[in-house]
């Protein structure tokens, strides 16, 4: 039973979220139906992530016009009913939560959307937001399709680069994030079944999606490890590749000072350059993947430089966050995520804020869950992000 219940806990949505493409909820769209027609019909249009992975589900570009008689997926996650509780059903311990989800179903048979409650039909309907986005666009209002500003950043991938603007919590700040290792160094190596897990990879996909979460914001995001074809990749075994490149268009060096050093160089020029144009708020983020042995399970924690007074805080911040999702989504597991001082070159070289996360062991199999699904690195990074709001 605790295997289980740590599977559930902290984005380890796993079961739901490997079958998540064929769990959808589909309906037709109608004559007159839009993409914020729809939504609205079904009480899904007040969380910006709704909206986007509505466009995401059905693979159309943004602002996109449906058509009449054609089958969409909605952001409704469906669940057989185990005839005992939404609780147990969803593997969640928030009472609130689903008291939400049961008013939610109530409401879609009073306004005619199913023909049957899920006790009848056995069939649960869970809003997307629910499980899967962050507090703040939970709440957030959608702005009208004519008002949403929406900038392109090729690096996110294809399928990513168009990026709207949710809100300013974060403008006036900057942010250096940096993916552990890369070019010909992969960092810690996992494996499950043939296939190989390597932790620049893992680390590099968090570390994009974290700025992209900022970049919505009105942050400035540099990211200095940089993989100019991969983008945010939703796929569970990411490939492996040596052609990563640093900020500035800089080869990755061979030897491990001179990587090191090479980050650090460039994060500086950048810290003084943006000194000299007045923006003292800057921080950096080191995101990596931790290596012990198979039984060692770890949760996210953290590194800040001895001394740095501003880096504990940042670290403690994040950790909150951290310890408030598992609270919420498993209260019997408990966080055991740590904030220590650590001696790093990352953490003592730059001249800004830093703080060191780590994903977890990428040699335990209950830890692997956390980066291998997609839906759990995009976790990562809007939990990430939360911390970094406060």
Request: aromatic fraction near 10%.
């Amino acid at each position: 039973m605790r295997i289980i219940l740590l599977a559930l806990s902290l984005f380890f949505f796993n079961n739901l979220a490997a079958k998540e493409g064929e769990r959808f909820f589909k309906t037709v769209a109608k004559k007159g139906d839009g993409v914020y027609s729809l939504l609205r019909k079904y009480k899904l249009l007040d969380s910006p992530c709704n909206l986007e992975r509505f466009y995401e589900i059905n693979k159309l570009e943004r602002n996109a016009n449906l058509s009449k008689g054609k089958s969409y997926f909605l952001p409704i996650l469906l669940y057989e009913y185990n005839r005992r509780s939404i609780r147990s059903t969803i593997g969640i311990d928030d009472w609130d939560l689903a008291i939400r989800i049961q008013e939610y179903n109530k409401l879609m048979v009073e306004e005619g959307h199913r023909k049957k409650g899920y006790i009848d039909d056995s069939q649960l309907w869970v809003p997307y937001h629910e499980m899967y986005c962050s507090e703040e666009t939970k709440s957030a209002t959608v702005e009208k399709p004519e008002s949403i500003k929406l900038r392109t950043f090729p690096i996110f991938g294809k399928k990513h680069e168009k990026v709207p603007l949710l809100n300013k919590s974060l403008e006036g700040r900057i942010y250096y994030i940096v993916g552990g290792h890369g070019g010909i160094d992969p960092g810690a190596v996992g494996k499950v079944g043939k296939h190989q897990l390597c932790e620049d990879e893992y680390a590099y996909d968090v570390a994009i999606r974290l700025a992209r979460e900022i970049v919505k914001r009105a942050g400035t995001a540099y990211l200095i490890t940089r993989d100019p074809n991969d983008g945010i990749r939703d796929g569970k075994y990411l490939g492996v590749d040596q052609d990563e490149i640093i900020w500035g268009n800089y080869k990755v060096s061979t030897s491990q000072k001179g990587r090191l050093f090479q980050r650090s160089d460039v994060v500086n020029e950048l810290v003084d350059k943006n000194l000299a144009a007045g923006i003292k708020d800057q921080r950096l983020i080191a995101i990596h993947v931790d290596s012990r042995s198979k039984s060692k399970q770890t949760d996210v924690f953290f590194y800040h430089y001895p001394g740095s007074d501003s880096g504990k805080r940042i670290a403690n911040n994040i950790k909150k966050t951290f310890a408030k999702k598992y609270k919420k989504y498993q209260r019997n597991r408990g966080y055991r995520g740590t904030v220590t001082p650590r001696d790093l070159h990352m953490l003592r070289e730059p001249k800004c804020t830093s703080v060191y996360v780590e994903l977890g062991n990428i040699s335990n199999k209950l830890d692997q869950q956390r980066f291998l699904l997609a839906t759990n690195r995009q976790l990562l990074a809007e939990w990430l992000m939360e911390g970094l709001i406060k």
